[in-house]
């Protein structure tokens, strides 16, 4: 293939990393305006400086040299993707080329987050986790500003990125993405990523995106949608076509946190308590720009036999924004990379395949509001590994209620 005139490559093994306090605050769930005092504070403070010490964040970034529009998908390099969304976005800003991007906080913090959880020394792990969350957005703008300023200066302009994982993109085309991103030109790829079964990348503190590129910018003025600025936190910058619209909360968004979206008064199948201490010990909730929610539960159990070895599983869940009533839109369950005790359930032992593929194919209540799983009837279950239905089935019952019950406190919370 020939490569195009234009083509930009950067990698960087050790990007600057200068995360804005209200960044930081605002991933840790704190409303805006919020300054952190006391304990907060401290525990923010010490995983600044670990990470200063200890993290190894890169990027990396290349044009596709092949680049063009396939019925429903995009072909990049060869490689077919398909998501009505970005092909969307490349349509009507009239894209030429588009940018491979790759984004990672690196694999320490991953490993001392996991260390923290293993010491039970939940607040010290759930810092560390948003302040890499805070690593690779931040990367993601720089790197986006770099490939601003490089396209302004050719007459083009950059258009806002998209990843498989994003609504209307599969997560499992990111296995795609990643072996074309780590297709450099000249440069070496900075670190080492890979794609788990379920889609998700490890180190999950990754980001693989792609940004289109047009050489049409007065469509841009007419067409804000099609630009990145409201969402890029950069200041100053000198190319900005839209204000920064993070910070300022609308009065529409004021009107709808007073009213509720979830059932305050929920009847649950397991107690309260035993609901406020997982959803402090094994839950984190990640607020995205565009009012999304990930939520990440830690399962940690043991099988019913062969003497009990641990389990711990990740559930992932992203869910649509508050005022569309928390929609179910992603779920995910997969054994933790450490965990050694799945391969000694019963139902492993006898026919590993098929009961990875039933843990990884069941997402109950997908597509439906968060809500639904006050009505879901389930059979019990008090098994506390994964091989009956009925136990997987009463796992996601728990890990969808307590994430039920985590977002009614910080609505009633918000609500003061
Ligand atoms: S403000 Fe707009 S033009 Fe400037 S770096 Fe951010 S996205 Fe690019």
Request: glycine share 6%; aromatic share 8%.
């Amino acid at each position: 293939m020939r490569p195009v005139e234009e083509a930009i490559e950067l990698a960087s093994a050790r990007p600057e990393i200068n995360i804005l306090p209200e960044e930081y605050t605002r991933l840790l769930g704190y409303p805006r305006g919020w300054v952190l005092e006391g304990r907060a504070r401290e525990l923010a403070d010490a995983t600044r400086a670990w990470y200063a010490q200890n993290g190894r964040p890169w990027i990396y970034a290349r044009q596709a040299e092949g680049f063009a529009f396939t019925g429903d998908s995009i072909c990049l390099d060869g490689a077919l993707f398909t998501s009505k969304q970005l092909q969307q976005t490349l349509a009507q800003a009239e894209a030429h080329s588009a940018i491979l991007v790759a984004v990672g906080a690196g694999p320490e913090a991953e490993e001392e987050a996991r260390r923290r959880w293993r010491d039970e020394k939940p607040d010290e792990y759930f810092f560390l986790e948003m302040f890499a969350s805070a690593v690779v957005e931040h990367l993601t703008t720089m790197t986006g500003a770099q490939l601003c300023e490089w396209a302004e200066q050719r007459g083009m302009a950059v258009l806002p990125h998209y990843s498989p994982g994003y609504p209307d993109w599969d997560i499992a085309e990111q296995t795609r993405l990643l072996r074309l991103v780590t297709q450099t030109r000249n440069e070496c790829f900075p670190s080492h990523v890979e794609v788990l079964e379920s889609g998700m990348l490890r180190p999950k503190k990754t980001l693989l995106a792609v940004f289109g590129l047009t050489r049409h910018t007065e469509r841009l003025r007419r067409l804000t949608s099609l630009v990145p600025c409201e969402r890029c936190s950069l200041r100053p910058c000198q190319y900005r076509r839209a204000p920064y619209r993070r910070a300022p909360r609308s009065s529409t968004e004021q009107v709808q946190t007073h009213l509720p979206m979830l059932d305050r008064d929920a009847v649950y199948s397991v107690n309260r308590k035993a609901l406020k201490r997982w959803a402090d010990q094994r839950l984190s909730l990640t607020v995205r720009d565009d009012g999304s929610l990930d939520a990440v539960f830690l399962y940690d159990g043991t099988t019913c036999t062969n003497m009990g070895w641990p389990l711990i599983f990740h559930y992932c869940v992203k869910l649509g924004p508050r005022e569309e009533g928390y929609p179910i839109r992603e779920q995910h369950c997969t054994p933790a990379a450490e965990d050694t005790g799945h391969t000694r359930m019963c139902q492993y032992l006898e026919d590993p395949a098929r009961l990875m593929a039933a843990i990884d194919r069941e997402k109950p209540l997908m597509g439906e509001r968060l809500d639904a799983v006050l009505s879901w009837r389930r059979e019990p279950s008090g098994a506390g590994c994964f091989c009956e239905a009925a136990s997987r089935d009463h796992k996601w019952g728990l890990v969808l209620e307590t994430i039920h019950y985590a977002l009614v406190q910080r609505e009633l919370e918000q609500d003061g």
